[in-house]
């Protein structure tokens, strides 16, 4: 459940047209969630799986398969955000997020103009722009920012790169605030779950508990975004779904249950966690714990800095693989 004492916030990491017609607008009415996120590879799978979009394609004929997706995609995120409108109104998150062409994450201005058109063209202001943090990204977040739209910086793995994320926001937001603008708002994703499925067969073998790497990074994360002290920006924990069945389904969200951040979740997650009683937040954790873990997998060979770099290109090679296989269907 979304618990707006600490500020922390439930968002769905879903959707598909009909589950947005129908069940989507109940979860929020109950107070279970107060926001969503999408993706390529979300996009990729409800408009190849789901007979929802029919009817519209056969609309879009002789249109090309970017222009088609474009037509499905903004359709549906403006359904979300209309769903989401009273809870923004309310100041109570309300956000859906759509993510720029992931073929454009080394491309600044294609970033930009395609962020501004895709939120012109939903034409709901509780809409924000996913753009992954690269060299690119990060100047495209302040441009959005500064023109009043809301950024979703997504495929944080390093601390480097939310540093980065934090440098690019607040010039963003600050020519906005200067410019007289009131409300525009980031969040800066951080991905957790990857880490663990990259690192727990090789962390097994050196006697280190397995599943931690993931919580222990976006705990350091979360401790340097939140001394930034910048209300607007705040951590928001990703890749919280669990492969297999070796945890609690839930397990990501209650291990990074927070003040003042979001967790973005499957469907299934989300149920697993509301299911149960909620436990006290389990961050911040203190620095030295977090150092002292980390010293102890660079002490047993593990190198961070070539793990940030590996998720990151893998993360930015699956969603243009998505991306480009949904395009296919719809040529």
């Known amino acids: 459940m979304v618990n707006r004492d600490i500020n922390f916030s439930l968002w769905l990491d879903f959707v598909e047209r009909d589950f947005l017609k129908n069940e989507f607008s109940a979860l929020i009415e109950k107070g279970i969630i107060n926001g969503a996120t999408s993706n390529p590879s979300i996009f990729a799978s409800a408009i190849t799986n789901s007979p929802a979009y029919k009817k519209q394609l056969t609309q879009l004929e002789g249109k090309t398969a970017k222009e088609k997706y474009e037509a499905l995609a903004i359709e549906d995120i403006r359904t979300a955000a209309q769903a989401l409108r009273d809870a923004y109104d309310e100041g109570n998150d309300g956000y859906i997020s759509i993510e720029v062409d992931p073929f454009l994450s080394n491309d600044t201005e294609g970033t930009i103009a395609?962020?501004?058109?895709?939120?012109?063209?939903?034409?709901?202001?509780?809409?924000?722009?996913?753009?992954?943090?690269?060299?690119?990204?990060?100047?495209?977040?302040?441009?959005?920012?500064?023109?009043?739209?809301?950024?979703?910086?997504?495929?944080?793995?390093?601390?480097?790169?939310?540093?980065?994320?934090?440098?690019?926001?607040?010039?963003?937001i600050d020519q906005f605030e200067a410019d007289g603008g009131t409300r525009v708002e980031a969040v800066i994703s951080v991905f957790v779950s990857r880490f663990d499925r990259h690192l727990d067969d090789d962390l097994a073998c050196e006697g280190i508990d397995v599943s931690r790497t993931g919580i222990y990074n976006a705990a350091k994360i979360y401790n340097l975004i939140e001394n930034n002290h910048t209300p607007s920006i705040r951590t928001l924990f990703a890749s919280t779904g669990v492969k297999g069945d070796g945890l609690e389904a839930d397990?990501?969200?209650?291990?990074?249950?927070?003040?003042?951040?979001?967790?973005?979740?499957?469907?299934?997650?989300?149920?697993a966690y509301i299911s149960k009683k909620e436990t006290q937040p389990k961050l911040p954790m203190e620095d030295s714990e977090i150092n002292g873990y980390f010293t102890k997998l660079s002490d047993c060979g593990f190198d961070m800095d070539e793990v940030y770099e590996k998720l990151l290109k893998d993360g930015l090679e699956a969603f243009e693989i998505a991306f480009k296989e949904m395009l296919d269907t719809l040529k």
């Open 114 to 172: 395609e962020g501004k058109r895709l939120f012109a063209a939903i034409g709901e202001p509780n809409v924000m722009i996913k753009v992954p943090a690269t060299k690119a990204g990060y100047r495209a977040m302040t441009e959005l920012l500064a023109t009043g739209i809301s950024v979703n910086a997504t495929l944080i793995f390093s601390p480097d790169q939310a540093k980065q994320c934090l440098k690019a926001m607040k010039v963003g």
């Open 251 to 271: 397990y990501y969200i209650r291990e990074l249950f927070a003040p003042h951040s979001v967790n973005t979740a499957p469907l299934a997650t989300i149920e």
